[in-house]
């Protein structure tokens, strides 16, 4: 079965940076595009970044250009997501999904910006 | 960046009933890269339908997607207790790929 298991949220200070992870199993993960998405408390779904099989290819959303970068290391079956100069809006539910089609995500890692 | 219109914000429907739900992107979305997803209260997305009409992997054939360039419908023929929830579109043609703001639907 296909699992994506993200970690690597909690609190940080205004200004602080932290790094996501997420873990796959069940697929060959080095064959497809991977994807972050985020969800404050009760908004809907964001699109961040995505990358593509080698890490070649990433592209943002604006809010997230110029202070997070999307990685991938295959061997590990695992992708990351790196944000700095965090702020409270960055507050919210951070998802990996598989693709460009999102047909699986993880439970999310919560970040939570706050002094 | 594509910004992506649903419409109505709130539908208020009963089981059995047929619904449509819209979304109108402000410019057309590359070879019908389009998805609709479902989310429950407390549960990560569900991806329902891919490429503008394709289902996904599990989905029952009550939900059915349609539409190209810049204006894309999702019906579910027959509402099932099951399917009260909120459902967003997303485009993937363009990046920044982008959300709808969602559709809730409640029940009557």
């Known amino acids: 079965e296909v699992y994506l298991v993200e970690s690597g949220g909690g609190l940080v200070q205004p200004g602080g940076s932290l790094r996501l992870s997420c873990e796959a199993s069940?697929?060959?993960?080095?064959?497809?595009?991977m994807t972050w998405v985020r969800q404050a408390p009760g908004k809907g779904p964001e699109w961040l970044a995505n990358i593509n099989q080698d890490g070649s290819q990433k592209y943002y959303v604006d809010s997230m250009k110029g202070r997070s970068i999307i990685s991938r290391d295959n061997a590990k079956k695992s992708l990351y997501l790196h944000i700095a100069s965090l702020r409270a809006e960055d507050t919210a539910l951070y998802y990996c999904a598989k693709g460009n089609r999102m047909d699986v995500w993880g439970q999310g890692t919560t970040v939570t910006v706050s002094s | 960046e594509i910004v992506l219109t649903q419409s109505p914000g709130t539908l208020s429907l009963s089981p059995g009933e047929r619904v449509t739900l819209s979304c109108r992107a402000s410019q057309n979305v590359r070879s019908n890269l389009f998805s609709w997803y479902q989310q429950k209260p407390g549960q990560a997305p569900r991806l329902l339908i891919t490429d503008a009409s394709s289902r996904a992997t599990g989905i029952p054939d009550r939900f059915s997607g349609s539409g190209s360039g810049t204006d894309f419908t999702l019906t579910i023929s027959r509402l099932e207790p099951e399917d009260f929830a909120v459902y967003y579109c997303q485009q993937f043609g363009s990046a920044p790929n982008s959300f709808g703001q969602g559709t809730k639907l409640e029940l009557k």
């Open positions: 069940g697929f060959t993960f080095s064959s497809f595009w």
